[in-house]
């Protein structure tokens, strides 16, 4: 029997029990793991280590790459913060959506229940490790976490912390478990484990997305790559839409809500684009504009084709001058991945059409894409970012990982 095999089946069983337990029970799990953080955070950071200098030995490899990797203690502190929230939030499991009597006397309803078995595909994000395992076991799952070579230290760090908070809670250790074979066989394995797994996340780049969509038998709940937009209206506070558009771009980089385009109205570019290509070189940002932007900048490199579609997760960014807010909702739907979009405008109908007529989970209206986020949103932490209509769209929190069976009370009834 692989890895794999095992792992899947051990964590069926624990799901059993997950299913059962109290949201006393739950939320003492998390408490107990958010203390073992704190009070082993110095060990975390020392297997982190490892995986960060075995990473400087390879090429290839970004900065925005490596932050993504690395952990600190405010980082540590961080995933703390988001168990304690996850504690803090309603339990979904028991819930009853809804309830109706038919004109024969049943009592018909839907129950929120977990969804069983839940595995993670996932890129060298060891916060994902704690965000996804946190979050399945506050909705009643078992979860079968499959990471990346890159953080295999990391995320053994922090399984073993997860599985100790759990044994302290008397539930099953096996409600986590991490697949340590970090080979593209192993993660396909996982991919095809319908007798055993309920669903598939995957959270990472458009790679291993596409991957796991096209080669798992799982049912699986797509997370998307993060092309985001921010478009500069002709009427927008240019104040503020230097802090949006340099917070969207600078902030993080490396992460799926970062900005990669900037669509500027051409009413305001010439005061507009000087000022914020100048502060994002600054920061070491390279731009690359069409050819008006470079007609304003000239350090600005010429953008190709590519460049609209590409979520470069880098200090990148694409800039486009834009005839009308027509042309800006074309742009955004033509290429944009479905995932985070902003206007920065004061015309209020402008900026609800703009609500209406963009397609992605996330929108908004004078504020900077990086708040598309579990933890941000009120949800604690996210399984990922659905990006797909069905099931769920956007951040998925706890409600995400419950499905809903029907309960019907009678009283003797028969058809």
Same mark, same amino acid.
């Given at each position: 029997?692989?890895?794999?095999? /095992? ?12 299913? !059962? ?24 950071? @020392? ?18 790459? $490596? /932050? ?32 109706? &009597?038919?004109? *024969?006397?049943? @009592? ?18 060891? *916060? ?12 009643? *799952?078992? #979860? ?14 922090? #399984? ?13 250790? /096996? ?38 969509? !096209? ?21 927008? /506070? ?36 000087? @000022?914020?290509?100048? &502060? ?15 007609? $304003? ?35 955004? *739907? ?35 894409? &990086?708040?598309?986020?579990?933890? !941000? ?28 069976? $029907? ?9």
């Amino acid at each position: 029997m692989t890895e794999v095999v /095992d792992k899947a089946k051990k964590a069926q069983k624990a799901s059993h029990i997950m299913a !059962e337990a109290s949201t006393l029970q739950k939320n003492e799990a998390l408490e107990n793991i958010a203390q073992l953080l704190g009070n082993k955070a110095e060990s975390i950071i @020392q297997e982190n280590s490892l995986d960060l200098d075995r990473l400087m030995e390879k090429e290839g490899y970004t900065k925005a790459f $490596y /932050d993504r990797l690395q952990l600190t203690t405010e980082r540590i502190k961080d995933m703390a913060e988001g168990l304690r929230a996850i504690i803090a939030l309603p339990d979904p499991v028991g819930e009853v959506t809804s309830m109706w &009597r038919r004109p *024969n006397g049943l @009592q018909v309803g839907q129950v929120r229940v977990p969804l069983g078995v839940i595995g993670i595909i996932y890129e060298a994000r060891p *916060n994902v490790t704690i965000d996804a395992a946190s979050l399945g076991l506050k909705s009643g *799952n078992a #979860v079968v976490l499959r990471g990346s070579s890159e953080a295999i230290n990391s995320n053994k760090a922090l #399984v073993k912390i997860l599985r100790e908070g759990l044994k302290q809670a008397d539930l099953p250790e /096996d409600a986590v478990l991490l697949i340590e074979d970090v080979s593209r066989s192993a993660a396909t394995e996982l991919m095809q484990q319908n007798q055993y797994l309920d669903v598939l996340v995957p959270r990472g780049g458009a790679a291993l997305i596409k991957t796991v969509v !096209e080669n798992a038998t799982v049912p699986v709940l797509e997370t998307g790559i993060g092309n985001c937009h921010t478009y500069v209206d002709s009427n927008a /506070d240019l104040n503020m839409a230097l802090e949006i558009a340099d917070n969207a771009k600078t902030h993080r980089p490396g992460v799926c809500n970062a900005m990669e385009t900037l669509l500027v109205h051409q009413e305001i570019a010439a005061s507009f684009l000087p @000022q914020i290509i100048k &502060r994002l070189e600054e920061k070491g940002v390279e731009c690359r504009g069409c050819q008006i932007t470079q007609k $304003y900048v000239n350090s600005v490199k010429p953008a190709v084709e590519e460049d609209w579609k590409t979520e470069y997760l880098d200090l990148i960014l694409a800039i486009k001058v834009v005839e009308n807010f027509e042309e800006a909702i074309d742009h955004i *739907n033509t290429y944009g991945s479905g995932h985070s979009e902003a206007i920065v405008t004061s015309d209020y109908a402008r900026g609800h059409a703009f609500l209406s007529r963009v397609n992605a989970a996330a929108v908004y209206i004078n504020a900077s894409t &990086r708040f598309t986020d579990g933890f !941000e949103f009120g949800l604690g932490a996210e399984m990922g970012i659905s990006t797909q209509k069905l099931h769920a769209r956007g951040p998925m929190g706890l409600t995400a990982l419950t499905s809903t069976k $029907y309960i019907i009370f009678g009283d003797g009834q028969i058809r």
